[in-house]
Each structure stands twice: as structure tokens, then as C-alpha cells.
């Protein structure tokens, strides 16, 4: 009942911006860590960048000063934004969070079905 979905991907130019969101619906009581994974054809997913629920970040070092992630705990969404973009940044993006659905319930790994970001002129 729980589910994950992004949005905001699509074809942008070298050097250009985009900006992904990721809206997480259901019996939600509260989120741990959420992220943005991303895996481009024939190569292993990656972890893109990570925030908790205090908004303590991390980057991949390819990312670093380039994307930023953040997080409105009220409305239970999390965004990455892409500046700076390079062909390789080329991938579909996985919206990723632990979810959960009580005070003492254990967190729960969701995630999203991914949207397709591409970096071509």
C-alpha cells in the first residue's frame, strides 16, 4: 500500500539543469534515510546521494558540487537537483527510502520505478 514515484526526467543538454522528484504515498508514519540511486545499460546501480531524516546529506564524489538533495518531511517527498549535467550523468534515477508504518515497526526498503534521465546535445 505503500509506493515510491518519480518524476521530473527527461532529455536535457550538456551543462544543462533538471530537477527530480520523488513522492512517497501510504500508511506512512515516518522516513529514515532517503536516496537517489541511478544505473545506466549494461552497469551495476549506484548510489547517486543519500539524506536522513535530520538532513545530514551524502554525495557520490562524481556528483559532489553538481547535485543536491533535500527533503520536505511534511509532505514526504525528497528532490534531486541536477546542475552542471554531462552525457554520463545519462541513466534511469531510483528514488529509494526507508519507510515506517508504526513507532516501533522496523523500516521497510522501498523503492521507486525509476525515470529516465538523458544528457545529449
Known amino acids: 500500500q505503500v509506493q515510491l514515484l518519480e518524476s521530473g526526467g527527461g532529455l536535457v543538454q550538456p551543462g544543462g539543469s533538471l530537477r527530480l522528484s520523488c513522492a512517497a504515498s501510504g500508511n506512512i508514519f515516518s522516513i529514515n534515510n532517503m536516496g537517489w540511486h541511478r544505473q545506466a545499460p549494461g552497469k551495476q546501480r549506484e548510489l547517486v546521494a543519500i539524506?536522513?531524516?535530520?538532513?545530514?546529506?551524502n554525495y557520490a564524489n562524481s556528483v559532489k558540487g553538481r547535485f543536491t538533495i533535500s527533503r520536505d518531511n511534511a509532505k514526504n517527498l525528497v528532490y534531486l537537483q541536477m546542475n552542471s549535467l554531462k552525457p554520463e550523468d545519462t541513466a534511469v534515477y531510483y528514488c529509494?527510502?526507508?519507510?515506517?508504518?508504526?513507532?516501533?515497526?522496523?523500516?521497510?526498503?522501498?523503492w521507486g520505478q525509476g525515470t529516465q534521465v538523458t544528457v545529449s546535445s
Open positions: 529509494n527510502a526507508e519507510i515506517k508504518f508504526s513507532r516501533l515497526g522496523p523500516p521497510i526498503n522501498k
Open positions: 539524506i536522513a531524516e535530520s538532513g545530514n546529506t
